[in-house]
């Protein structure tokens, strides 16, 4: 590495305390999107964000209204054609803290224990946020950026980023990138920095089943009339063979397998039926017989009930045949799949299995499909090599279980792959009380993108 890069990394392990007081004020702005009453937190946020960008020499820094909150659109200064250039995305909403009393401190009153810094978005995303602006400012320090850079930070991510298309459609020439930096992921431990290539989608639906127009005396009507909780019960017990495997028809059709050369490289992580019985507490684990358990979870579709309620569910007895019974339902989509046609095979296979006895409906509600970058880009290879500067410890590809709407988004509206990656950890209790990040993880973070802001520069074609 060059001596002015040697300097940025000085200079970001000299300030470290200037680094974690940056993120404590980021922190402390409680920007609870699904809120109202934390509207003006929101633009607090937002405030905050606009007045870091320009420290750190951005240039036409704006404050964009959406139907929801707003967005914050910002690029560096001295853009020039011949340096590469970035679309970093972020979010600077958080997601509630109501249950405070689970918290050991105020959830937005930042706090070091050990070594890790605790508050409400610390680690998903305001830490993320924060290494990209602390990485800045110290390549600023010795010299000029050698990169691009254009920022993205929306207000929805927490609820799914409802406006986001829309603003992707109607700015789209003021986004026009090589690439994206999506730090909203992260590493699958201490010792494995991870870059996640691959995101399952998802689609949800709601399954209502009813019966008699009221709730009706089980005794008098029990014997004749079908009781929409055991035909919900009965329909959807049906959806897996004794196999693991769904039976939705055509519903394989389309799933784009693992190579074998994915699959060595998957199964070469510390992630084997121990590890998911430890972090489970189940028994046994449960899924497609032919695929190992982290397989299952990175690269194999599921359909899974994530609610189920019908009938009386109160103290003692009451001694009924409900009305009806409703489900709540989700699937994680792996590439070529697509939520419609799920939505279709779904259907189906209700219009089969639904008994005459009573009338049902399936609603769709929201989805995304897959994604999936190639291997082969040379951008995944930079950051890859950055990561083992600043880590010690060559990095993991990984494709990730969830589902990240921005990404496929970023893909289907600009055309652009996006890296996928992040300096917190599985400990880290995101959305969950006493949330934290592990700050030496954090600090090399920093580190990482320093060198990997100059690599690009150096090597990206």
């Known amino acids: 590495m060059s001596e002015k890069v040697s ?25 609870i999107s699904t809120d109202p009453s934390h509207d003006e937190d929101m633009n607090q946020a937002v405030e905050w964000l606009s007045t870091q960008l320009r420290t750190i020499g951005c240039r036409d820094v704006k404050i964009i209204p959406t139907a929801g909150h707003p967005v914050v659109l910002a690029k560096t200064d001295s853009f020039c054609s011949e340096k590469p250039s970035i679309l970093v995305y972020g979010h600077y909403d958080v997601q509630p803290a109501e249950n405070q009393n689970a918290w050991s401190s105020p959830p937005f009153s930042p706090h070091i224990k050990g070594e890790c810094l605790y508050g409400r978005g610390v680690s998903d995303m305001k830490g993320q946020i924060a290494a990209v602006l602390a990485a800045l400012q110290s390549i600023r320090s010795q010299s ?19 406006n986001l298309e829309n603003f992707l459609r109607e700015h789209h020439d003021l986004l026009k990138s090589d690439f994206v930096l999506n730090l909203d992921v992260g590493f699958l431990g201490v010792d494995f920095p991870t870059i996640s290539y691959g995101l399952r989608g998802i689609a949800s639906f709601e399954l209502a089943v009813r019966g008699p127009e009221n709730d009706l005396h089980s005794g008098v009507f029990g014997g004749v009339v079908h009781n929409p909780a055991l035909v919900i019960a009965n329909v959807l017990s049906g959806i897996f063979d004794n196999s693991g495997k769904i039976t939705l028809p055509r519903f394989y059709d389309q799933v784009l397998s693992l190579d074998e050369k994915e699959r060595q490289e998957l199964n070469r992580l ?23 358990p982290l397989e299952r979870v990175a690269a194999r579709p599921t359909f899974e009930i994530n609610g189920l309620v019908s009938g009386y569910t109160g103290q003692g007895e009451k001694t009924i045949i ?72 060559k990095a993991v590809y990984f494709r990730d279980g969830g589902s990240i709407p921005a990404a496929i988004l970023m ?22 009380p006493d949330e934290h990040v592990h700050l030496p993880t954090w600090f090399r973070g920093i580190e990482a993108l320093i060198y990997f802001f100059n690599i690009i520069d150096i090597e990206y074609v």
């Open 7 to 31: 300097e940025a990394i000085q200079h970001s392990q000299d300030h470290k305390i200037e680094f974690v007081s940056l993120l404590e004020d980021f922190v402390r702005i409680p920007s």
């Open 144 to 162: 000029d950026l050698p990169v691009n850079i254009t920022f993205l930070i929306e207000g929805e991510e927490e609820i799914g980023s409802p």
């Open 270 to 292: 510390p992630m084997d039926e121990a590890y998911y019985l430890a972090k489970t507490k189940v028994p046994q684990l449960w899924g497609e017989q032919d695929f190992s």
């Open 322 to 393: 409900p009305s009806e019974a409703l489900a709540k339902i989700t699937t994680r989509l792996v590439p070529n799949q697509t939520p419609e046609a799920v939505y279709e095979q779904f259907l189906e296979y209700l219009k089969k299995n639904m008994p005459p006895t009573v009338e049902w409906e399936l609603s769709y509600g929201s989805g995304t499909m897959a994604y999936l970058m190639d291997l082969s880009n040379p951008v995944l290879k930079f950051f890859a090599e950055s990561l083992e500067l600043a880590y010690g410890e």
């Open 411 to 432: 893909k289907q509206i600009l055309g652009l792959d996006s890296i996928l990656s992040g300096f917190g950890l599985p400990t880290d209790n995101i959305h969950g």
